[in-house]
């Protein structure tokens, strides 16, 4: 099976060409012009590999990886016209796996390509997940507790997963509201308040005295995925 490409550009001048190499040589490829579109994406069909412009609208191609990379082990490479060090450093800081300045040789493209996906197949499979009293399997989006299946909607299984990705952690609402639902929707806390009541009424034996998804007040939730009172 052909490993799956996202390519970010708002400039279809851009994408044209990088879209070209690649299904010539056999990816599947599909294409974003910007963070929320990439995020959405990722959710809804994981893909093997990111490449994405520098300059993209609101959110650049460097803060593009912190997203990425905070929710996922899909490795991200960066292209731009930029050659000053100081914005591959920038990338390379933010979690991108390799850095190519336009205009680029086919070959040496392809070739950066198949070096990130050859670590990212190295790396822990990010196809299921184990945590706790939980097992999460991405492909097929399916979850379940103690081996028992939990039926969850496409967003609280994207909320549950992400949380799941950060297990013990105190995570802020405009964390998970930017993760979950895209950077304009940071103050939308009922967004939340309503899909984390959901979940505990699926995966909590009492939905009022939680012991996976816990409150931390006045900031935001925590993914205990044990369930033992710490």
Not at 54 to 81: K, Q
Not at 90 to 118: I, M, Q, S
Not at 120 to 129: D, H, K, R, V, Y
Not at 161 to 181: D, E, Q
């Amino acid at each position: 099976m052909s490993s799956r490409v996202l390519v970010v550009d708002d400039d279809p001048r851009g994408v044209k060409p990088v879209v070209s190499i690649l299904t010539g040589r056999g990816y599947e490829v599909r294409t974003a012009r910007d963070a929320e579109s990439v995020m959405s994406n990722i959710r809804l069909r994981w893909p093997a590999l990111v490449i994405t412009d520098l300059d993209l609208p609101h959110i650049d191609g460097i803060e593009l990886c912190h997203m990425v990379t905070e929710i996922s082990n899909v490795p991200v490479i960066v292209m731009s016209a930029a050659t000053e060090w100081g914005a591959e450093v920038a990338a390379l800081d933010a979690g991108a796996a390799d850095y190519v300045v336009k205009p680029f040789v086919a070959d040496l493209l392809l070739a950066r390509v198949r070096v990130a996906l050859r670590r990212s197949a190295e790396m822990p499979g990010t196809a299921a997940l184990g945590v706790g009293e939980f097992h999460i399997d991405f492909d097929d989006r399916r979850v379940r507790l103690n081996g028992q299946p939990v039926r969850l909607t496409p967003k609280e299984f994207d909320l549950f997963t992400f949380m799941a990705r950060h297990p013990n952690r105190v995570l802020p609402h405009k964390t998970l509201l930017g993760a979950v639902w895209g950077q304009g929707s940071i103050e939308q806390s009922e967004y939340l308040r309503v899909f984390v009541g959901q979940l505990r009424k699926k995966l909590e034996s009492d939905p009022s005295n939680p012991r996976y998804l816990v409150t931390e007040p006045w900031v935001g939730y925590r993914f205990n995925p044990t369930g033992l009172m710490q």
